[in-house]
Nanobody, 126 residues
Framework: QVQLVESGGGLVQAGGSLRLSCAASGRTFSRLAMGWFRQAPGKEREFVVAISRSGGSTNYADPVKGRFTISRDGAKNTVYLQMNSLKPEDTAVYYC???????????????????WGQGTQVTVSS
């Protein structure tokens, strides 16, 4: 079992920044690829970004490229999502997820992820 706990969400004005954190426990963190997804009201959950076990490979969804940055800290068993230049369309519940299976590149596919956090709300006002 893997437990994932997100934090760092909140309300921010357009153009502002937030940093989300996801603390993992229950498995060796270095054996987990990690991803962030988001779900806006009335929409399906969508991929945002993912990072490989080592941190050496990342995969970003086009809408967030150049604005969001994923990173991981093995000493803290935590993955981060730095979000800059936020837009109202970034408003969503953001979920952290863990993928137990090794892949050449971090997966963009929701069903590849085995464990999920409870989500944290991000609201961007215009």
């Amino acid at each position: 079992q893997v437990q994932l706990v997100e934090s760092g969400g909140g309300l921010v004005q357009a153009g502002g920044s937030l940093r989300l954190s996801c603390a993992a426990s229950g498995r060796t963190f270095s054996r987990l690829a990690m991803g962030w997804f988001r779900q806006a009201p009335g929409k399906e959950r969508e991929f945002v970004v993912a990072i490989s076990r080592s941190g050496g490979s990342t995969n970003y969804a086009d809408p967030v490229k150049g604005r969001f940055t994923i990173s991981r800290d093995g000493a803290k068993n935590t993955v981060y999502l730095q979000m800059n230049s936020l837009k109202p369309e970034d408003t969503a519940v953001y979920y952290c997820a863990a993928d137990l299976n090794w892949k050449t590149i971090p997966s963009m596919t929701l069903n590849d992820y085995d464990y999920w956090g409870q989500g944290t709300q991000v609201t961007v006002s215009s």
